[in-house]
Structure formats: structure tokens, C-alpha cells
């Protein structure tokens, strides 16, 4: 019989990134008495920096859907939005979020969500995005201003592609939120920003340096998830995101300093038995059960691909409050989901080797075109370059419909086993 | 050629999945053949470069999905799926090179697959810009049309002339005439041109060179013409069909709708033969009058960011435009983008009281009775209280 799930473990970083979100959904729910404009946004190329400069508020609404999904509400908000018309095939993110606005739009803490003053459209990586904010444009009757970001096609970003999207920022996205604060744009202000984002990513970056330790001290999927959430979401050039940072790269120092393996809902990893990469997002809807599957056989994600969504910091990028602009584009135009196929094979390969890697797994997300098309050819690749086992599971972010517990348990279980005999072989 | 005849030789063409017509003109002519996926590619700097363009629309349903499944989980939509069954079975190795115009996320993978798949060939992502400024979003198209140019010179190894490019223009703008005036005649007397013949019509725009194909078209509206007087109409419910904009329905679906009791007086079909409405201007610089008409004489469709315009207008602007009294969304399952528009789009025909029905297709459906029983409702829905 599988064992219970023990009461969850906290580390002083985990408290301080729970104390973050509180404060922050408090100001959102606060805004019209704070009188602060908000603004959403989403997490892939978000332009964080700029909208604290102008002491507005973000909402990444890709991120209240995750949150419905690990309190066991996006089932019902999905229901919702297929009631409305939306297919049951498309993106669940997007008719989570549709279903919870049509419900009131109450937020993780129980509080009501404010409506946008703007849409800030950073099409980076995804075109849902777009369809997602023509969507909520026609709920919410509020501007929208688009970035485009283009795709890193042939593995590079081009000086065309960077002009284009930093100028877009300072004809269209400057002016926007100029226009909807009432205030103009102050550039030091900015610059102080996007400083302390720089330092922040150094100390993030040394947390996932230590995946290649081996027993690695970190888990970079399930605990990675909890190690971009202030940088990859609302406090990115805030003092209290270097302050979460500082706290994380602490922690993990010491976990390095005493052997201690990655923390995990039920305490620290005791033995490391299988060293994986991870390719895809998690789910959310049953994540402790789905993290579970993985301590309980000792398997520590030493790197993944989802924890870089975000931002590819640990291939060097870092913001530079020198060139606020043509850094704000670059950000942009290099999250991972913006890749092109053979530049993510070769990023995985690279983790594989630089990682000490037993294997690699996928998580395919039905909902995610953006991640899961090509990823069997991107498995094949991976077999064939690395040698490693590769494993292949299957769900979805937030439809509770596809998670099924017994099937992915199964296919883990198998993979272990292969892996098991590759080693012996 | 009469206009049997023709449709008879169109369908050879939709039905050749070896593409013995390219093979021919490469044969004949000694130059390359580019494949490009839909939604639009700018046609007009290929044919600039002496090169022959060839639409990719998959498979439909002519081709068992053997290997092509085995890239693709069950939650991707279909064209993907043969799209590489005809790479990898050595199908496509007659094109010379491929574009993939951005307009999902799949299609988008896809040109990664390629680039990994076929080393060998020329593989360029088309990145269409969402920004429509001419400063902005225009400068990007046109450093993404000469980056396409280097790439066809790389491979021809003689530069393309502005003044290529501007013939080739005119050459393009009297084919797109020529299929509005076809849409057009079928608008006015539906009855003399059946969805049928004009889906087989513009499709083979994939594969002719393009005056060819206009030539093929003119013969074709003369020939309908010379028999219209023995055609009588019937009384059936005028619709546009939307929501196709790239895998295509299967050719039994179209004439299941028709034989419904719909006249399809407008659709989104081979959406990139009909991309650029009116002509593009034929003087000066050549590409920033391709940009220019792709950021303001463009159709609307899933894949472009609609910013300032109003959600619907254009579906409505088209049904009042050909006097229809219904729309039947018919979109691929598994279609993020014409999905996702969907419920936008019904809340605009609501808002307009227009009828609408909606429905899913994949290009190897096999199964029609549901969707003639869907549309014939839905025509006798109009007819009895519209």
C-alpha cells in the first residue's frame, strides 16, 4: 500500500516565497484603494521590470491557472469555459483561467482578482498567447499592447530580431504603460531594476550549478518549480526576490556542505538512485502525487527544460541595466520555449553529459502544442546521441481528466527498470 | 479543355502524392521547387527566382499513416502526421527546399523536425510579423523576405532582380483576379460552380506554375459559362464555410455539405491562394509592397493577431458580401488557433444574428453522415425559420 503523504516540510526560502505571494495578491486585491494599475502579462518574455517602474501591478494569468490546478479547482473552471464554447481540445491553461473569471475571478488567496488596466501581450515561445489575450480583450474591454517576439528559427538571435523586439518596446510598450499610469517612464528607476534581476539570476544560477553534484542537494523539476517562482513571476528586480535567492543559494550551500540530497514534501532524499533530466512541464492538478512517484524511487531531476521557460540564465544570459532595451529584447527572444527543435536536443544532450545523467524523461502536456509537438523525435535524437534510456509519460497541466496516477506510475516504474538494466548491461 | 476535363485534371493533381507534375517541370526546366505549408508564403519571390512553388497541405486521406504517427501524440492535429509519412517515405525529396510559414505552434515544430529530418535541404521558418507598423513590424518582413532571397540565391546561385520580383508580382496579381472572379461567379450563381470544382480549382494552384494556372482557371470560367443556361438552380441555403485555415477537409466532406442542401458561397480554403485581397502594387520597391500587403490588404484568419479590429468583422463583412444566410465553422480538431477563435467568432455572429453551426474534421475523416446530417439540419433550420 502506498505510504500516506507525511505533512510538507518547509525551508525558510519556501516560507519567504509564500509570505511574497500572499503580500502580492493582497495588493492586487488592494489595488483600486492602493490606487495602483494593473497589468497582465505572461511569464514566457515578461517585461516584469518595466512594469514595476512604473509601480504598476503584474497578473500572470498562466500562473493563477497552475494554482487552480494544485488546489483542485481548474477541473470545475475548465467545465465553465467548455460551457462556453471552448473545445475540449484546446489549451487548459486558457479555459482555466476563461472559467475562472466567469466564476468571479477569486484568486489563490481567496480574493477576488482585479480586472486589467492593460493587456501586455509578450508573445514569446507560444501562439495560444495571443488568442488567449483576444479572448480575455473581449471580456475585460481593456487596451492590449502587443510584443512580438520572433522565433530563434535557425538557433540564434539575429541584430534584426533584437532591434525589432527592443523597439517595439520603446515605441509601443513604453508608451502603453505611459499612458495607462499617467506617468512617465524613469529610466534609472528601470536600471535599478533590472540590476537587482541580474544579481538574483547569479544566485539562481548556483542553485542549479549544484544538480551536477553528485547526490545532487537540489531537485531541479518538482523543487525547481519553487525555485523560479519569484524570479519567473511577479517580484523579477524587486529586493525581496534577490532576498529569496540569497536565502535559496544559502540553503542549498548547506545542504551541499552536509551530503544532504533535495528537499522534498516528506523530507530530504536520502539515497539518489536515479539522476534524470526532464523535458516538459509538470502537472499540476495532482503534483505532490506525481513528485511522490519520483523521491519514492530515489529519482532526483538533476536539470529540466520547464525550469528555463522563463529564462535560459544558466546558458549566460543575464539582464544588463547598462542596455535596458536591447537586454529587455534578448530576455525575450531566449526563453526555451522560443528554440528551435535541434537548439533544445542540444541543450537536453548538453545537460545529459554536464549532469552526470542516468536518463531523460518527457512529460508530454496534451495541452502544450508549444512544448509537446516534436518532442518523440526529440526523444529519438536524445536515445541516439546520449545512449541514455529515454521515457516517454503523458498528461496535462490542469484537466484533471488526464492525469492518470495508475498508468503514469506504471510507465515510471518501467522506465526505472530500464534504466536499472542499461546500468547492468 | 472543358471544365470536366479540367476538374478531372485537378483532381489527378490533388491526388498525386508523388508529385510527378513537379518532377516534370524540374525535369523541364532545369530549376528548383520549393515547398511551402500553408497558411502564405510570398509566393511571388520564389517564382522571382525561377524556382517553382509548391503548396504542402499533408496527405488527406489518400495516404496510410504508418511512420508519421510515430513523431506525433494523439492530441496533435493530423497534417503534421503526413506531412513527415511524405518526408520520410521519400515523397517530398523532389522540393528542393522548405518554408514554414509561422502560424502555430505545431507547424512552427515541425520546421525543427525538417531541419532535423532533412539536413540536406533548404529549411527556412517564414516568421510573419504581429505587429502591424510599417516601421516596425514592415521593416522585420522585409529583412525576413531578404533573408528567403539569400536562401533561393544560395541555391539557384544567381541573385533575384528587383525587377524580377515586380514581374512576378504582376504575374500573381492577375492569378489571384482570376480565382475572386471565379468566388465571385460562384457568389452569384452558386449553382454553376460546385464547391467541389472550385476547391479542386484553387488547390491545383499548389502544384501549376502559376500562369498555367491562371490560364486553366480562364478556360474553366469560359467553359461554365458556355453551359450555364443548362444548369438550373437549386433551392438551397447559401453558407460560408471558416475555420480551415490549414489542414484541409476531406474532398467527400465538401461534397457532403453541398449535397446537404448548403450552397458555399464563401469558405477559407487554400486560404494562401487568396491571402492578399486586391492586387499588390506592381512599381518601386518590390518588397515593401509584398510587406505593405501583407500588413494591410490581408484576409482574416486564426493565425493573425487582430489587435484594433473588431473580432468578426471580416466573417461578417464576407457573409453579407456574398449574401449567405448561415456560417458552418468547420475546423480541424486539434486546431489551437481556429479553435480558440471560434467561441469569438460565435459571439459576433450572435451579436450580428447570423446562424451558425459548428463542427471538427481531421484531412482523413471517413465518416460523413454525421456532418450531412449537421449541415442539412442546419440549412432546414434556415430555410424553415431564418
Redesign the interface.
Known sequence: MAKQIADIQKEESMILQKDMIADHFKALANSNKLGKKVVYTFVPGNLNELIWAFDMLPVHPEINALQSGMRKKSGDYITEAEK????E???TY?KCDIGMMKKGNIGPTGEKLPEPDLLL?S?TG???F???F??LK?EYKCP?V?L?V??Q??GKITP??SR?VS??IR??VVPALEKVSGKKLDEDRLQELLASSGRAEDDLCAVWDAGKITPSPIDAYFGGVYYIGPIFTAFRGLPQCEEYYKTLRAEVDYRIKNKLGPITPEGHVVKEKYRLIVEGPPNWTSFREFWKMFYDEGAVVVASSYTKVGGLYDQGFRHDAKRPYETMAEYCLGCYTNM???G??DLLERYAKEFKADGFLIN?I?SC??F??????IMR?LEKKTKLPGGFI?SDLVDPRYFSAANIKNRLESYFQMVDAKRGA | MNAPDIIKRCLGLYQDLDFAYVKEWKKKTGKSAIGFFPVYVPKELIHAAGMLPVGLMGAGDQLEIIRGDAYFQSYICHIPRSTIELAVSGRLDCMDGFLFPAICDVIRNLSGMFQTILTKKYIKYMDYPQNFKRELGGKFYQYEMRDLLAGLTALSGKPVSDEAILNSIGIYNENRRVIEELYELRAQSPHLISAYDLYLLVWSSNILEVTEHTQMLRDYKKDVLRTADSVRPQDNVRVVVTGAFCEQPPLMMIKSLELSGCYIVDDDWVLGARYITGDIKAAGDPLLALSDSYMYQAVSTASRYEGDQEKGRFLIDQVKRRRAEGVIFCAPSFCDPALLERPMLHEALKAAKIPYTSMKYAENTGQFQVVKEQSGTFADSIKLWG
Not at chain 1, 462556453?84 to 473545445?87: A, I, P, Q
Request: proline letters at 4%; one cysteine or more; glycine letters at 4%.
Open positions: 462556453f464554447g471552448h473545445s481540445d484546446v489549451c486558457v501581450l508573445y507560444c501562439f495560444t495571443m488568442k488567449w483576444e479572448l473581449q492590449v502587443m512580438h520572433p522565433y528559427a535557425d534584426e530580431m525589432y523597439e517595439q515605441k509601443e528551435h527543435l535541434p533544445r536536443i508530454s496534451k502544442n508549444s509537446s509537438a516534436g518532442q518523440l523525435l535524437e503523458e
